[in-house]
């Protein structure tokens, strides 16, 4: 470890202390909710609040100041973070994903750039290889147009994945603002405050401590490389989810005893066809939330035992468990919300806010049922090597 490394861990957050900080501002978090969908951005009242908190080091490594939450605790941290305010909680798990893995990446020179002591920076991130890096003295040059940054408009830094031909792979590259154009595209059904614009380069230049490879590891443990692209990012998506969905069956439980609708004089609290839906709705959601968490644990001790990938079928058993658990909490919201009524209907309503965002969660690359495809085919060749 360099000098570097161990100042930056000296006075790093506990998670309990990040915990403690997002509990005591989380009124304020909730009020700026709708705000960020008026404004289809994040206000940097927000991004204020997100620093100030230091949600984003909640996965950085031990080894650079941060938190190293395991897979399976993540589910819950940014589960609590979507459930007070979606903007703040997607803008959470893709800004703590991608700080922890430069935490884990970055060499020393970029890490004390990126993450000196103290520093809690907010990274926006693309990891669509959709531009272009070339070898020049000192660095890289870099064109190309990326698409769903999601909090790059009160960012700190881009980080946008590349392709580059020396040495030939992928290679991810950290632009300032001044580096970068934000195009003002992001009109969307869902997720309305993200701000996940496109941004585009053209000849920007990054110096070497300001690049790494997603494939080569210098810090930190399994998580970052061990268990896939999905394994990392699946806790906090499948998180965002949850707490969406967890804020939408409270506020559906709160009106229900005195929502009534029109020709019928029963509260619909007083229907049991109601309270079944709202006891199968909650079931679901903490049936998902276990059945992943069994899963990422089960991951990140086979990655540690063996020190070493996961094999093919237990990263296909791990991400049908991400994908699977989205679906499952997609459904049962999709379910309950008839009952809320018309008055749901109202963009002021955190009803509909939830539905949309929670739908709109499940159309990340992560969270694709494709993954029970890769499952179900492991499932039979598992069959044909026991035959």
Not at 139 to 159: E, H, M, P, Q
Request: with cysteine; proline share 6%; net charge negative.
């Amino acid at each position: 470890m360099s000098d570097s490394t161990a100042m930056a861990a000296t006075g790093a957050p506990r998670i309990e202390s990040i915990y403690g900080a997002l509990n005591e501002h989380a009124a304020e978090f909730e009020a700026l909710a709708r705000e960020a969908e008026t404004e289809r951005r994040p206000p940097e009242a927000l991004a204020a609040l997100m620093r100030k908190v230091r949600i984003p080091l909640s996965k950085v490594p031990h080894a650079v100041g941060g938190c190293e939450l395991a897979p399976a605790q993540q589910i819950d941290f940014f589960a609590r973070i979507a459930y007070l305010n979606p903007t703040a909680g997607w803008l959470a798990f893709n800004q703590s994903g991608v700080l922890g893995l430069l935490g884990a990446n970055l060499p020393d020179e970029g890490i004390e750039q990126v993450l000196p002591p103290g520093a809690c920076p907010l990274v926006a991130a693309v990891s669509a290889p959709t531009g272009r890096s070339e070898k020049v003295d000192g660095g890289y040059t870099v064109s190309g147009r990326w698409s769903y940054a999601s909090g790059v408009t009160c960012a700190d830094y881009a980080f946008l994945m590349t392709i580059c031909p020396d040495p030939p792979g992928p290679l991810g590259v950290l632009l300032r603002p001044d580096q970068f154009e934000l195009h003002d595209d992001w009109n969307v059904a869902a997720l309305q405050g993200t701000g996940s614009l496109d941004v585009s380069a053209e000849n920007a230049f990054v110096p070497d401590a300001l690049t790494c490879s997603p494939l080569v590891q210098n810090r930190g443990g399994s998580q970052y490389s061990r268990i896939g692209l999905r394994g990392y990012v699946g806790g906090e998506n499948l998180g965002f989810s949850l707490g969406v969905a967890q804020r939408m069956v409270h506020e559906i439980a709160r009106m229900a005893p005195s929502k009534k609708r029109v020709l019928d004089p029963t509260p619909v609290g007083d229907r049991g066809a109601f309270q079944q839906e709202l006891g199968r709705a909650d079931a679901t959601l903490r049936a998902a939330r276990a059945y992943a968490m069994d899963e990422f644990e089960r991951a990140i001790a086979i990655a540690d035992s063996a020190e070493a990938q996961l094999s093919p079928q237990d990263t296909a058993r791990l991400d049908a468990s991400i994908g699977f658990a989205t679906e499952s909490i997609i459904q049962a919201t999709v379910r309950l919300f008839p009952y809320a009524g018309a008055g749901a209907l109202h963009l002021s309503s955190p009803i509909q806010r939830c539905l949309r965002d929670v739908i709109g969660s499940g159309q990340h690359v992560i969270a694709t049922n494709e993954t029970l495809d890769a499952w179900g085919k492991a499932l039979m060749e598992q069959a044909a090597e026991a035959q």
